[in-house]
């Protein structure tokens, strides 16, 4: 919907007469100027989306890797008296990430954490670190350190967003955040990993993504596993990206504003086809398939708390998943 109305726009004024001197002034604006103008237009258009079938409706795509952006917006609009402050890590040097639009285009206060000190720099270099009131830190992120790290950098008690995408420890390291109490929270979930059991990697406080298996799939947890960690901290699940990559949150006191907004928390599968081989070259391995390239892999399954080779549990996909990997569209509640 958003991408036929950035079309229409577009149309129009390539149809309209505009001074030579707004011509000009469009020309020289940067690529990373044009994008922030045309995501203010598309998030003017999403306030007036009042429900949706599902997160998939509000998608756009501005500074975020899949449409995250626009999900965000239709949230943050809906959700009256949420803290203007964020929280994101594994962010990489932040010219793609969850809360980078929010920041400009709302004036969020945020920090920012990624393991590497390069990436860092990179951000303090950037014009976005004095034009807002934006933190960042290096730092490798455990499940024992986590907490601290928030409370030093000034964050405590209520924040409005939390996303967290760490391609490892994502699970252990939620599950351990106490310092504060997010409105949204948005996390990375392994499509690969199925719907039907909660798993996850075991623990390894030295977890690397990249290190861990050749193919960059073997890392963090199930959709099942997130969905029941989310209860017990208190947040009820919402839905996904139609990428089959993010899962979002909202915590339960606030989590009526949307009880009759979104029409079903949809969990959809990846389609994203990242496998690599010893090369490190891509594989393009596909569907349930990918799941055969880590089958050697430990997982956890939480429910039970056994610990053994991805390949040794089954069923982890269910018919839906498979049919939606296929292209074919069902829904999947939980």
Known sequence: MIARFLKQVVSKAMSTPVNALT????????IAQQRILLGVI??????SLKAVRSLADAESQVCSQWGEDGIIEWLVHRLDCTPETFIEFGVGNYREANTRFLMCHRTWRGLVIDGSYANIEMIKTDE?????????????ITADNINQLIVE?????????LSIDLDGNDYWVWKAITAVKPHIVIIEYNAVFGDLLPLTIPYNADFNWISAHKSTLYFGASIRALCDLAREKGYTFIGTTSSGCNAFF??????????????????RPSRFRGSRNDKGELTFVRGASRRS??????????????TDRLGMFEPIYSEQWLELMDGNSVRTNY
Request: hydrophobic content about 45%.
């Open 23 to 30: 011509m000009r002034f469009a020309r020289e604006m940067s």
């Open 42 to 47: 598309a998030a003017k258009q999403l306030q």
């Open 128 to 140: 976005v670190f004095w034009r807002h009131d934006l933190s960042a830190k290096a730092a490798f």
């Open 153 to 161: 950098a000034g964050f405590e008690g209520e924040v409005g967003i």
């Open 250 to 267: 909202i915590r339960n006191d606030r989590a009526s504003a949307f009880s009759e907004l979104i029409e079903s928390n949809i969990a």
């Open 293 to 306: 390239v880590i089958e050697d892999c430990l997982v956890t399954d939480l429910s039970t708390g056994r």
